[in-house]
């Protein structure tokens, strides 16, 4: 048995001076940062990029030269295409960037041979397709743009002349970042990894203990490692009592209520029974609908809101984007005390911008809004030319459920579990149905309102191949329309889209991503039918010929103007987005030194759903630290007045345990997205929720409007709970 121990701890010990090297290969990087292209004024390290809170190896490439001309050297810098929606992925879910060449020592290509050009290629680890990227040379060039889950780039000497393929010598070479993946399954040989794996029993806790815990439904392409299986959240499950689920009324469609200036609406939070999937399921809903009452309102109108809690858990309501009166802003413990089941709350509500807007709990949003409690707001405006003319508008809601084969899958009952990255469900929802389907005439052209109400889930969303007209976002329109094949849009998030349907059939409505397979370390597609668009072989009796033009919104770009002087201004204010965690299982921390190497920008499914399902408030807090002070979450004490504009730079972490997206939400007030990665956003709308990639920069102009105490956080669910939130003072 001695030798048998001593031969495991050796493979273990092994196993970790293999993780810390590939760790230390991938960020350490000596030997390029012996050239004085690597020095601190370089784009790849500067501030313009990144700062010490956040290393570049997510969107840098080193560059080696060949055998044959090692003194060539350089990098290349993965910059952002500038997107609409804060990060950019085509409609097949794969990342986009243009690269930036800076390169030094290559020789006139002369000397190489009969050559008289340098050109940037891009091809996949399979070597096809090979795409030309474009002449390069000493210095930095822009080079074309790469949509490539891993890719290498190389450069060749070429002759004189357009060339589709590589025939010239090669001289410089580099490889993704994506491409430093490892594969979990190494960990196979670890003791940890082995741990648990003749545990067949689902039970989670000791058979004294109540209530017992089951483990959660795996992803279907990927599946669990053997350690994973001793592990399970330190809280309880909660769901709702069985005294609850008896005699529940069935839930309704939503339906459309339009309030008028002064009007009073009462909002019952109710216990409902849903049948999804043919789950007979106990659920939430305003009103008893799903979604909840849409409330339809004009511009500059008041209404009173009479909000009758209902359901077994305490709660307050948010009326989310909304500048209104920080006292009905509706978060407990700022603005109001938790409305107690059997009480009631009375808000007042203004709306002083057209858009559209969402109403949700703000106290265990993780299990109220997932189970239902969540609606839209659609505020008109009074300019009859505010939207482009079309058919019919269509109000879409995106959500995603996890089921497992008794029902809905339990919550943290202390706390949140799935803290990490967020509850993602295995079930889609559009409206609240599985079986989403829209009928439109030919010729029809629908304006379709999106929002994302999912927990942590960050859609991409295409409407077969129609192109879509892109034409707002949460607070108000664009400067300038733009086709887009895909939205992606991040929870909490709300587009305005308008499509045209041309031809007869039926189109699918489809969230297309590219997942991560942590066992293998590769990427695989992920598609999902969210819905169908019939379109009927009857066409419409008057057509829209101005849906083809682009209309330029001359009173945004005006109100804009005055904001696009301060892209260079200093920032005011900076925040960092952290991780800090305690007492993870040891099969966890092992696991999260392999995907350190690399983290996708966008977690866009959720492929590692044990680990995830087991990180609670007992071992997971997020943070929003205050670089400049120190402060964190609640200790942030941010001051402004009505009338300031504060630039705020905010840094993913790259450097940080396991960095991912971060959807967040400012109350009260509205912002615009000047820049991100140190690139200019010249397209502006105003937001009140922005995504912030993993291991990226952003900054935003935050206009301050309205007097009162206004909460900043992120908007994944269980990152709220874990305590992702300050609260910053505007004094009039």
């Known amino acids: ?53 956040q290393m570049s190896d997510l969107y840098c490439i ?40 800076v390169i030094e020592g290559l020789p006139d290509p002369s000397e190489i041979g009969e050559y008289e050009q340098y050109i940037a290629w ?19 060039t822009v080079s074309g743009e790469v949509a490539f889950n891993m890719f290498t780039v190389f450069v060749s000497a070429e002759p004189a002349g357009t060339h589709t393929e590589r025939k010239g010598t090669l001289v410089l070479r580099g490889m993704s970042p994506s491409s430093r993946m490892e594969g979990h399954d190494l960990l196979q040989v670890a003791p940890l990894a082995l741990m648990g794996q003749d545990e067949h029993t689902h039970s989670m806790h000791d058979e004294s203990e109540e209530p017992l815990w089951t483990m959660p439904p795996m992803h279907p392409n990927v599946s669990m490692l053997p350690g994973m299986m001793h592990i399970k959240p330190e809280v309880n499950p909660y769901s709702i009592p069985d005294s609850v689920k008896r005699s529940l009324p069935d839930a309704e469609q939503r339906k459309r209520v339009f309030l008028r200036d002064g009007d009073t609406f009462t909002l019952r939070a109710n216990t409902v029974r849903r049948q999804i999937l043919g789950y007979d399921l106990a659920m939430y809903g305003f009103n008893k609908q799903y979604p909840g009452p849409l409330l339809e309102v004009n511009k500059g109108d008041e ?42 709350h009375r808000y007042v509500l203004n709306f002083p911008d057209p858009g559209l807007y969402w109403y949700h709990p703000h106290f265990r949003e993780d299990i109220k809004m997932d189970l239902g409690l969540y609606a839209n707001i659609l505020v008109r405006s009074d300019d009859p030319q505010y939207f482009n003319p ?10 995603d459920l996890l089921l497992d084969e008794k029902g809905v899958v339990p919550y943290g009952e202390e706390s949140s579990n799935y803290m990490m990255m967020g509850r993602f469900g295995n079930t889609f929802l559009l409206n609240g149905i599985t079986d989403y389907k829209l009928s439109v005439k030919l010729g029809e052209v629908i304006r379709f309102y999106l929002t994302n109400t999912s927990n942590t889930r960050t859609y991409n969303v295409s409407i077969g191949e129609q192109p879509m007209k892109l034409v707002a976002s949460d607070v108000g329109r664009f400067e300038k329309e733009v086709w887009v094949d895909n939205v992606i849009i991040a929870t909490a998030e709300r587009y305005m889209v308008e499509v045209h349907f041309d031809a007869p059939g039926r189109i699918p409505i489809l969230n297309k991503v590219q997942a991560i397979h942590h066992r293998k370390g590769l990427f695989f597609p992920e598609v999902d039918t969210l819905g169908f668009i019939d379109v009927q072989d009857v066409s419409v009796e008057n057509g829209i010929p101005s849906f083809k033009k682009l209309r330029e919104n001359e009173e945004v770009i005006k109100e804009f103007a005055s904001i696009k002087a301060y892209y260079n201004t200093p920032v005011d204010k900076e ?22 190497v690399y983290f996708n920008p966008v977690e866009w499914s959720g492929t590692m759903p044990m680990m995830n399902w087991a990180s609670s408030g007992e071992e997971i807090q997020w943070v929003l630290e205050d670089p400049e002070t120190g402060h964190k979450n609640m200790d942030i004490d941010w001051a402004f007045r009505v009338g300031d504009r504060v630039k705020i730079k905010l840094t993913n972490e790259r450097d940080a345990f396991h960095a991912m997206q971060h959807p967040i939400h400012i109350h009260g007030q509205r912002f615009a997205v000047l820049k991100r990665n140190g690139v200019r956003n ?46 910053f003072d505007v004094e009039e």
Request: hydrophobic share 40%.
């Open 303 to 344: 209404v009173q809101i009479n909000f009758v809690n209902e359901v077994n858990l305490p709660s307050a309501i948010h009326w989310h984007g909304l500048r209104l009166n920080y006292r009905h802003d509706g978060v407990p413990g700022l603005t109001q005390e938790l409305v107690q089941p059997g009480a009631s």
């Open 1 to 53: 048995m001695m030798h048998v121990f001593r031969a495991v701890s050796i493979v273990q010990l092994g196993l970790m001076a293999f993780v810390l090297i590939m760790v230390y290969m991938h960020t350490g990087a000596p030997a390029q940062a012996q050239s004085p292209l690597f020095a601190e004024e370089n784009p790849c390290y500067d501030d313009g990029w990144e700062n010490k809170y």
């Open 682 to 727: 010249e397209n502006l709308v105003w937001k009140d929720t922005m995504i912030v990639p993993a291991g990226s920069t952003a900054e935003i102009l935050l206009e301050i409007s309205n007097p009162g105490k206004w909460m900043m956080h992120c908007h994944i669910a269980e990152h709220i709970d874990s305590g992702m939130m300050f609260v």
């Open 390 to 399: 079309v058919h019919r508008e269509e109000i879409v809601v995106l959500d």
């Open 122 to 140: 891009v091809t996949t680890p399979q070597f096809y397709p090979v795409k030309k990227l474009g002449e390069v040379g000493n210095g930095s």
């Open 575 to 596: 925040l960092v987005v952290k991780l800090e965690t305690e007492n993870l299982p040891a099969v966890v921390q092992q696991l999260m030194r392999f995907d350190y």
């Open 62 to 101: 080193p560059l080696q030269g060949t055998p044959d001309y090692r003194d060539v050297n350089g990098y290349a810098v993965m910059r952002p295409v500038m997107s609409p929606f804060g990060v950019d992925v085509d409609r097949h879910g794969y990342h986009q960037y243009q690269l930036e060449f």
